[in-house]
């Protein structure tokens, strides 16, 4: 039986920011990103080059990338078997990998996007083109 003098966030190990610590480890130089396999299913090589060129690659080391690989490698196998444990192994991997939205929204990563530049000569082509077929009519 639980000890009842201790709380309840104690007694289930949850700790205050100030008690959280991490070890920070600089590296330098380039991360090597190998070659996807090239007969991997269509969809897993999307996957991959969306893998290695999210704005998360940044924060990519080796043992990522493997795992990205890995991932890719799993997705090919589940979309050649169709076997439904293959894809619910596909899927649970791309979850740890944050391949999707949910899961970077789980662990407080948003990715957004800035709005392009627009070309002012565009905009005035757009808004010439419109007056042009407002004369028309």
């Given at each position: 039986?639980?000890?009842?003098?201790?709380?309840?966030?104690?007694?289930?190990?949850?700790?205050?920011?100030e008690?959280?610590?991490?070890?920070?480890?600089?590296?330098?130089?380039?991360?090597?990103?190998?070659e996807?396999?090239?007969d991997?299913?269509?969809?897993?090589?999307?996957?991959?080059?969306?893998?290695?060129?999210?704005?998360?690659?940044i924060?990519?080391?080796?043992?990522?990338l493997?795992?990205?690989?890995?991932?890719?490698?799993?997705?090919?196998a589940?979309?050649l078997?169709?076997?439904?444990?293959?894809?619910?192994?596909?899927?649970?991997?791309?979850?740890?990998?944050?391949?999707?939205?949910?899961?970077?929204?789980?662990?407080?990563?948003?990715?957004?996007?800035?709005?392009?530049?627009?070309?002012?000569t565009?905009?005035?082509?757009?808004?010439?083109?419109?007056?042009?077929?407002?004369?028309?009519?």
């Amino acid at each position: 039986m639980p000890n009842p003098a201790k709380r309840t966030d104690e007694r289930l190990g949850h700790r205050s920011k100030e008690q959280m610590t991490v070890d920070k480890i600089e590296v330098g130089g380039p991360v090597r990103v190998p070659e996807p396999d090239e007969d991997w299913h269509p969809i897993a090589l999307y996957a991959w080059e969306a893998f290695v060129s999210s704005p998360l690659s940044i924060y990519y080391s080796e043992t990522d990338l493997a795992f990205g690989w890995m991932t890719c490698d799993a997705i090919d196998a589940a979309y050649l078997s169709k076997a439904a444990m293959k894809i619910t192994a596909a899927e649970s991997m791309m979850r740890n990998a944050l391949f999707t939205e949910q899961s970077r929204r789980q662990v407080k990563i948003e990715i957004t996007r800035t709005e392009p530049e627009q070309d002012p000569t565009v905009a005035k082509n757009v808004s010439d083109f419109r007056s042009r077929r407002r004369n028309t009519n």
